[in-house]
């Protein structure tokens, strides 16, 4: 009976629900960072998400003073919360600017792979299926596979609170973080920052693949290669005609090209129909490269056959680059979970990227200019 009233408490808002408690769900094991660990890096950034999510729910709740839960998952790694990101269009808290104490006094190891600690982590929370914040995350939702998020009020003050860090500490010090929604503003906001000379470490949490999640759909790895196979066939022969024998030259590919050097850490489950087709997209790549179609795979893995019928095309100057899809991406380490999610819910939560038995396989995609 005690726990049936205490599930009444938590879905009426009185009390946090565990995944919200640090002590609970948090990674509690790692009490010295190493940031050259990459699964303590990895734990940090999806902690200081998990850290967004939980101020929303403190401010929808009404949860303040000792009944506050959300410090607990920034002040553990030793950050401070130097700024609160709302959306005017709802009053929701939609993001965050954390801010490392110990930056400055941070014992810096002169070897070439060292890896320092950010100043700044600007994280970024994905949708809150709650009457406070449902409507407005919905309709950014849809954004996203329509490709117009850059057009919202959220990621346009996003962008400009990402500016500004970078104007006062410079890239190399400043993480972007994001969960599902919030992973798409921080992938696009991450691709906007790169393309201006800028990159910055960037921790995609199940980032949405705004395309027919083909990795899910079919289970014969063979329909799947002919599915994708047919698909860039189309997309190269539709950008030729659409943009002309000049495709291959200067400018065309520019703004594609842009972003090759740039690694942003991908997070992705397989049994996650929202992003799983990340896996597809650059597994395909590879596999044309591998039977010689890699000239037609050029063309195709940088366009969209919608921009391309819309008139935008992919990443040439002819489009406007913010409104591509957001999985044209050239180059990314992936990390896949390869462990078996009970349901949908767990594949495409936040918490399973800190678990200490977490399972995954890692993959280095670079695109081959």
């Given amino acids: 009976m005690e726990e049936e009233d205490d599930e009444v408490m938590v879905r009426e808002g009185l009390m946090a629900s565990q995944r919200e408690i640090f002590s609970i769900s948090g990674p509690i094991h790692l009490t010295s960072i190493d940031w050259n660990n990459s699964y303590h890096r990895t734990s940090v950034a999806s902690c200081l998400v998990q850290a967004v999510y939980t101020l929303e729910r403190d401010r929808q ?62 994280a970024f929370r994905g ?31 996003a962008i400009q609170v990402i500016q500004s860090a970078v104007a006062k500490t410079g890239n190399a010090a400043v993480w972007l973080a994001g969960h599902s929604l919030g992973a798409a503003v921080a992938l696009l906001a991450g691709k906007i920052m790169t393309r201006s000379g800028f990159p910055l470490e960037s921790y995609l949490f199940n980032p949405p693949f705004s395309s027919i999640p083909i990795e899910k759909l079919l289970k014969s790895e063979k329909l799947k290669h002919g599915v994708r196979f047919a698909g ?21 590919d520019d703004s594609f090209m842009k972003l090759a050097s740039w690694m942003p850490y991908l997070y992705v489950n397989p049994l996650d129909t929202i992003c799983s087709e990340y896996i597809g997209y650059f597994k395909h790549r590879n596999k044309m490269f591998e039977i010689g179609a890699g000239k037609i795979e050029r063309i195709a893995t940088r366009n969209s056959l919608r921009s391309l019928l819309s008139g935008g095309g992919g990443g040439g100057p002819s489009s406007d680059s913010c409104s591509e899809p957001l999985h044209l991406l050239p180059s990314a380490y992936m990390t896949i979970n390869a462990s078996k999610s009970p349901d949908f819910k767990r594949a495409h939560g936040i918490h399973q990227w800190w678990d200490p038995m977490f399972n995954g396989e890692y993959v280095l995609h670079q695109f081959n200019h």
């Fill in 61 to 122: 709740q009404n949860r303040i003073g000792l009944k506050s839960q959300a410090n607990h998952w920034w002040e553990f790694f030793n950050f401070t919360l130097a700024e609160t990101l709302i959306d005017d269009s709802d009053a929701s808290i939609y993001g965050a600017v954390f801010e490392y104490k110990h930056f400055f006094s941070y014992n810096y190891h002169n070897t070439p792979h060292s890896k320092p600690p950010p100043r700044h982590v600007i």
């Fill in 127 to 157: 949708t809150i299926l709650k009457r406070h914040s449902r409507s407005r995350d919905l309709r950014l939702d849809l954004r996203c596979i329509r490709d117009s998020l850059h057009e919202s009020f959220r990621f346009v003050h």
């Fill in 232 to 252: 860039s066939l189309v997309k190269a022969g539709v950008a030729i005609a659409v943009k002309g024998r000049h495709h291959n030259k200067g400018l065309e």
